[in-house]
Nanobody, 116 residues
Framework: QVQLQESGPGLVKPSQTLSLTCTVS??????????WAWIRQPPGKGLEWVAD???????GLSPSLKSRTSISRDTSKNQFSLQLRSVTPEDTAVYYC????????WGQGTHVTVSS
């Protein structure tokens, strides 16, 4: 059973870079047909896909966030990470990591607040 756990700061100041890491257990992130994603939900709003990286390392970024976003992976640690640069209060959200492929598993989410 694949399990995902997000980690990162709960509070980030405006203009700084938000860095989040998702640690995967119960399966290798390089196994065929896994698609690892970051998804966020701002307060009072719906889910928003941010970025994803496939088992093969191919990446996809939300067009609205592409200029500020990068996604990467560390196969030795079975982790994938998100970096969101130049954050604003509008980036305040619960950030989830998930597998949108084979397992359909999601992490429990981590609250991120952007505030000075």
């Amino acid at each position: 059973q694949v399990q995902l756990q997000e980690s990162g700061p709960g509070l980030v100041k405006p203009s700084q870079t938000l860095s989040l890491t998702c640690t995967v257990s119960g399966g290798s992130i390089t196994t065929n047909n896994y698609f690892w994603a970051w998804i966020r939900q701002p307060p009072g709003k719906g889910l928003e896909w941010v970025a994803d990286i496939s088992y093969a390392g191919n990446t996809g970024l939300s067009p609205s966030l592409k200029s500020r976003t990068s996604i990467s992976r560390d196969t030795s640690k079975n982790q994938f990470s998100l970096q969101l640069r130049s954050v604003t209060p509008e980036d305040t959200a619960v950030y989830y990591c998930a597998d949108l492929g084979l397992s359909g598993s999601w992490g429990q989410g981590t609250h991120v607040t952007v505030s000075s």
